[in-house]
C-alpha cells in the first residue's frame, strides 16, 4: 500500500511540474484546425490531389498521430473529418495512412478517395471532399470506412507493386498485383462470376456504366456502385459490416466475410462504439 502511494504521489508531482515549466503550445486554432506545419514529400496535390488537384489541406499522420499540417491552410472542417475517422477506426489500425487530406468541391459526387503515397505501398493517402460532409454525414462516415478499406487491401502483404500488369496473373488494380490470397481475390472468388468479371472492360478503372445492370442482375450486390468493381463491392460490403447495417438476405454473406475474420473485430467494436449515431441502412438495393 505504502509503496502504491508513493509511486502515486511522484506522479501528482511530475504532473505539476510539467504543468509549471512546459508553455502551453497549442498546436490547433480557436476552430480546431491544426495550425503546426510539418514537412512531408508525399503532401503535395500532384500525390494526393486527384484528377482535379482541388486539394484545399492535407495533414500528415504517422502511426495514427496528426503529425501537423503538410498542405494548404488550417482548415476546421479536415479536423473533424481525421476526429470522425479515428472515431470509428482504432489508431493502430489506420499504420498505413500517411496522410489525410480534403478538397473542397459541392458539385463533385466523388466524397473520397484513397492515393497510394511514393513507389511504395506502404502509407496512403486518404483524400475526402469536405463539402459533402454537412450534405450527408451518415453517407460520410459509411464512407470514411469505405476507404479505410482501400488502404488495407492494398499493403505490400496483399498487392506486390513491384510486378508490372503484363506479369500478373491475379488482377492488377493500376497501382499492383493482388498476391494469391490477398482479400480481394478471396472477395472474387466468393462473389464474383467470371462473366461479371469479364464483363468490366478495365479492372483498374472500374466500370461504373456496367454497375446498375450488373447490381440489376444480382442481389448479392450491396447497391449499384459496389458492381462497379471487386475493389469497390468489397468496400461498400465493409462499411456495412463496420456499422452493423441492416442488409438484404442475399447480401449478409458479403457481411459475414468480415464477421469471421477475427482481425476486423477491433474495428467494428470501435466503430459502433463511436460517440456518433450510427448509420442507417442504405435503401439501394440491387436484384431483379
Ligand atoms: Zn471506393
Do not use: K
Request: negative net charge; contains cysteine.
Amino acid at each position: 500500500m505504502l509503496r502504491r502511494a508513493l509511486v502515486l504521489l511522484t506522479a501528482v508531482v511530475l504532473a505539476a511540474s510539467c504543468a509549471v515549466s512546459e508553455p502551453d503550445v497549442r498546436a490547433n486554432d480557436a476552430d480546431g484546425a491544426t495550425v503546426e506545419r510539418v514537412e512531408d514529400p508525399d503532401c503535395d496535390a500532384a500525390t494526393i490531389g486527384g484528377e482535379e488537384a482541388t486539394l484545399v489541406a492535407a495533414l500528415s499522420i504517422s502511426d495514427g498521430v496528426v503529425e501537423g499540417l503538410c498542405a494548404g491552410e488550417p482548415d476546421a472542417r479536415l479536423d473533424a473529418a481525421w476526429s470522425e475517422l479515428i472515431d470509428i477506426v482504432p489508431l493502430d489500425r489506420l499504420d498505413a495512412v500517411g496522410v489525410f487530406g480534403a478538397f473542397d468541391d459541392a458539385d463533385s459526387d466523388v466524397l473520397a478517395f484513397v492515393a497510394m503515397l511514393g513507389d511504395a505501398n506502404e502509407r496512403f493517402g486518404i483524400v475526402v471532399n469536405v463539402a459533402a460532409i454537412d450534405l450527408d454525414p451518415d453517407e460520410f462516415r459509411l464512407t470514411l470506412a469505405h476507404e479505410v478499406s482501400h488502404v488495407f487491401t492494398q499493403t505490400p502483404d496483399q498487392l506486390d507493386v513491384t510486378v508490372d500488369e503484363a506479369d500478373c496473373s491475379t488482377l492488377y488494380n493500376g497501382n499492383g498485383c493482388f498476391l494469391d490470397g490477398a482479400l480481394v481475390m478471396e472477395w472474387i472468388d466468393r462473389f464474383w462470376s467470371e462473366q461479371q468479371l469479364a464483363s468490366i472492360p478495365d479492372l483498374a478503372e472500374g466500370d461504373e456504366d456496367g454497375a446498375d445492370r450488373r447490381c440489376e442482375l444480382d442481389a448479392g450486390f450491396p447497391g449499384p456502385y459496389s458492381a462497379s468493381s471487386p475493389e469497390e463491392d468489397l468496400a461498400e460490403s465493409f462499411s456495412a459490416y463496420v456499422f452493423d447495417l441492416e442488409v438484404p438476405a442475399a447480401v449478409a454473406p458479403r457481411v459475414d466475410f468480415f464477421a469471421v475474420r477475427s482481425e476486423f473485430d477491433a474495428i467494428r467494436d470501435h466503430a459502433l462504439r463511436s460517440t456518433q449515431v450510427p448509420p442507417v441502412s442504405s435503401a439501394d438495393l440491387c436484384g431483379p
